[in-house]
């Protein structure tokens, strides 16, 4: 089972890092059938100016106790609201495959309100207006498959019964969100984005990537990074100098170092 680290009222923000002096804070949306806690290792590895915190979406473990959204947009509203309470520091918003949506809605959100991101950095998931492009596996077994295949969750979790069937649940969940999301091509942010592209993701390529280009007002960034779709554990420390550098934050590390 996961530590958790500190968790707001609601569970809907988690803390693993608490950065006390930290100048900004980075949002973090995860990817499909995944939990706050597919940003632990970066959460551990960015420098202690900026503090990290990443979102529990509803129907997970440790989370809100509330049951799973399956609409981006009503999702976002929620995380949008929740993030009202984080008004010290400026924010920056991260989101990888579904949670790259997930963070461009909170990000139209957050602007809406007046609280505008410093900069949105996604990656894994072809633009907001463009859809999934692919077919959402339709059984179980389609499912994990593909899970095993990508590696985004150890066999050996997927090899439980119990924790199988309830990744599964999580995941169908997500799988239908993701797959209903889409708005028109001329929805944007004001804020610069930053893509984060894996050279070897199956899911999209660099003119895909690219579309998110038409979905910001502000400056647009591509940055390749070898490896597949779960790349940013893959590659952390380029990760999180790219994103520390366009933030304009020093890469120094945290007094008690790494813990990832």
Known sequence: MEEQGLTN???????????PEAGLRLVCCPHAGASAGAYRRLSAA????????????PGRRGGSGERGIDDIGVLADRIGTELLGFDDLPLAVLGHSMGSVVAFEVTRRLEEAGRAPVRLFVSG???PSAGLGLNIPRGDDDVLAELRELGGIPARLLDRPKYRESILTVIRNDYRANSRYTVPPDTTVACPVTFLFA????YLDPAAALGWKGHTTGEFRLTSFPGGHFFLDQQLAAVVGTITADLGVESTGREDGDRS
């Open 125 to 127: 998931r072809r633009s």
């Open 9 to 19: 009222s609601t569970g809907w923000i988690q803390i693993f890092d608490p950065a």
């Open 199 to 202: 050279d070897a993701d199956p």
């Open 46 to 57: 960015l420098p202690g100016g900026v503090e990290a915190l990443s979102v529990q979406y």
